[in-house]
């Protein structure tokens, strides 16, 4: 804070000391004179005449105003509209919550001149970057960030914070290693939270239900600083993924993003992704009641059909492959769609409601093309690197640029470079997190890591048999255009010649009889960088029963039918569905963040701010409808974030159904989900 505090949580000033105890002790000793300024703490309102001015230079608390599409030909679609359906709603304000804090420790050498940094970070090249670029905390090559055992991410650890640069400041200061570790309250009150949005969504159609035109009109609240990404989010992520799986050829959308006195709001799980399909999905459910229509029949009618594509929508992105009704198809298949009347009739009979929703989402993934960024004005370039190391002794190492907190990536890339190579599983290490170790790469965010990461792997391993073969055939006395490589073993065509790529490593590393010309050593370097996004896409079915009496809703059936293009390792695709959908039901149902009108977070501790429990869920019932990618070459999509971009609106979708109302605003509570049956009834 710089003369003035933005908001409770931000930073005032540090103290070091041997132990924590002593720290907390020294603090108290701390003057600060406090003058009283009045809160802004209300998205919808915060721009609004008379308001406190938070910062100098964004007027009137507006960060920025930004409006995309042709205005007038979305306003004269809607002159001409047999009908528009309407929504006004709320996307709440999320804590991400990863079960560890936020942790720093610097340690300074003072003859090299080098700093360590330990970080909880999802993208420690990144935190070089920016630690080193912008904020000058030391050159590049004398800046070390390792990203150890980090416990989750889910987007709240891929923004440089304060303290990650106070530490590294504090260790050169005072020649001491340094260490700090929020607690779970400075968590709540510090870390950059997600989603917070209001919006006024209307959809034009024709008299069959076909979609005409979107216009959407969004508040989005950044916070009191803006975060790493933060003017990212509620723009390109997410009015550009406002098409959703629809044909409507006339797009206008206008975010105002605006500062308050609250916690900065960046990425969290999805990014603007599940903001935009909430809305596109809720207002199309509003749209299929308007009518009279099934919300499912709708969906069809405005379905992007399969030989469109790759198809290009009007807001920028050019999908490259789906196959949206047969996701839909299974979807319902696998929820029993056609037999729910009867278990609402039977509900109906014990005094529940029983309600049904649909969300028929696609996400923009593997982030990001080069190109495309650097035409929105980026710093960096988001390509992906990797390393693949076959040592003397038969093991072979992998470093990557991307990093792991909980997805597996040490499964699935060990197993993507045995399939590659035919290396036993168990002779693989895959080593990431670390800036000494791998050189460059872009982190973990945005389903990134197989679409992008995995790629530049499989493209080192491409370069080791392409080198292999010229071993080989030096060995083998053959031409290298008779070798062939097939699990593990290079072999000359039409004969039983044939050599390990453990020998063939060998080879390279004792080259008492080796190819001309050709270096020593057996290891490659590759990068990837996407000439597109991918595009994950599904449908997701929840069904519910609620208690009219208690405003209860119990999750009764859930199920799930994405497309993430190829499975490397279907268990773990199917772990980061089931958490995605607890994600997205935590916030449809339970999590909301709220501010006082004095700017005291009211929702700082798991007293306040509830989180899903094994309970709140019942078991769910997945299945896939896979397409080829054609601008990815091992033919994924990605997978972390798409529970949570299609389970709130499906949630809510079924609530709304039961309760026979237009709509509710997360997070459903009992008491929010009472107050709306009895305003129904």
């Not at 599983?425 to 990134?448: C, L, P």
């Not at 509570?669 to 049956?677: I, S, Y």
Request: glycine share 10%; net charge negative.
């Amino acid at each position: 804070a710089q003369g003035k505090v933005n908001y409770v949580g931000d930073h005032v000033a540090i103290v070091i000391a041997e132990t924590l105890g002593q720290a907390r002790d020294a603090s108290e000793k701390v003057e600060v004179d406090y003058g009283v300024l009045s809160a802004v703490t209300d998205t919808s309102t915060a721009a609004d005449d008379g308001q406190q001015q938070i910062h100098d230079i964004a007027p009137n608390n507006v960060c920025f105003n930004w409006p995309f599409g042709d205005k007038a030909a979305v306003d004269a679609a809607f002159e001409g509209a047999h009908k528009v359906s309407s929504l006004e709603l709320i996307n709440n304000r999320m804590v991400t919550n990863p079960m560890e804090p936020r942790a720093a420790i610097a340690e300074y050498n003072s003859g090299t001149e080098e700093i360590t940094l330990q970080l909880t970070t999802q993208n420690p090249h990144v935190h070089r970057l920016v630690l080193s670029a912008f904020n000058q905390l030391a050159p590049e090559h004398k800046l070390r960030v390792v990203g150890p055992d980090v416990g989750g991410g889910f987007g709240a650890k891929v923004f440089v914070y304060a303290e990650e640069l106070v530490v590294g400041w504090a260790c050169r200061k005072v020649n001491r290693p340094v260490k700090w570790t929020a607690d779970r309250t400075e968590a709540f009150l510090s870390d950059a939270h997600g989603r917070d949005h209001v919006s006024t969504a209307e959809m034009a159609m024709d008299e069959n239900g076909k979609f005409l035109a979107l216009r959407v009109y969004t508040k989005a609240n950044l916070g009191a600083y803006l975060s790493t990404f933060a003017t990212m989010v509620p723009s390109y992520l997410y009015a550009f993924l406002l098409a959703g799986q629809y044909t409507t050829p006339l797009i206008y959308s206008e975010v105002k993003a605006v500062f308050t006195n609250t916690s900065p709001v960046d990425a969290s799980r999805g990014a603007g992704r599940p903001e935009a399909t909430f809305l596109v999905e809720r207002l199309v459910d509003v749209c299929a009641n308007d009518l009279g229509l099934d919300p499912a029949e709708i969906r069809r009618r405005n379905f992007i059909p399969v030989d469109a594509f790759p198809y290009q929508t009007p807001v920028v992105q050019c999908y490259d492959s789906g196959d949206y009704e047969a996701a839909l198809d299974k979807a319902l298949a696998l929820a029993d769609y056609e037999g729910f009347a009867l278990r609402a009739e039977e509900a109906k009979s014990r005094g529940k409601r029983r309600g049904i929703g649909l969300s028929s989402y696609v996400e923009a993934c593997g982030i990001a093309p080069s190109a495309a960024v650097g035409q929105l004005g980026a710093g960096v370039g988001l390509w992906e690197s990797a390393q693949v190391r076959f040592n003397p002794t038969g093991n072979v190492q992998v470093f990557t640029g991307t990093h792991s907190h909980g997805q597996g990536h040490e499964t699935t890339f060990a197993q993507l470079v045995t399939e590659q190579l035919g290396v036993p599983f168990e002779n693989i290490e895959v080593i990431h997190g670390d800036t000494a170790k791998t050189q460059f790469g872009m982190g973990t965010y945005g389903s990134r890591s197989l679409a992008v990461g995995g790629v530049a792997i499989a493209n080192a391993c491409e370069k080791l048999i392409a080198k292999g073969k010229k071993i080989a055939a030096h060995a083998l006395e053959a031409a290298e255009g008779d070798i062939e490589f097939a699990e593990g073993n290079f072999t000359v065509t039409g004969t039983d010649k044939a050599m390990s790529i453990g020998e063939v490593a060998f080879n390279a590393y004792v080259p008492h009889s080796y190819p001309e010309g050709l270096e020593p050593g057996f290891d490659e370097n590759a990068f990837f960088d996407p000439l597109n996004f991918s595009f994950p896409a599904g449908t997701h079915v929840c069904e519910v029963e609620v208690d009219l009496e208690t405003g209860e809703v119990e999750i009764v059936k859930y199920s799930a039918v994405d497309d993430f293009g190829k499975l490397i390792n279907p268990m773990i695709v199917e772990g980061q569905v089931h958490g995605g959908i607890v994600h997205g039901v935590g916030q449809a149902l339970l999590e909301g963040c709220r501010y006082d009108s004095e700017g005291q977070l009211i929702t700082a501790s798991y007293m306040d701010y509830a989180m899903p429990r094994a309970d709140d869920v019942p078991s769910f019932d997945v299945d896939y409808a896979p397409t080829d990618p054609p601008h990815n070459p091992l033919g994924v999509k990605g997978c972390g974030e798409a529970g949570a971009i299609g389970a709130p609106p499906a949630v809510i979708n079924a609530i709304t159904n039961a309760l026979n109302v237009k709509h509710i605003d997360m997070p459903a509570t009992p008491e929010n989900v009472w107050r709306a049956a009895q305003s129904a009834a």
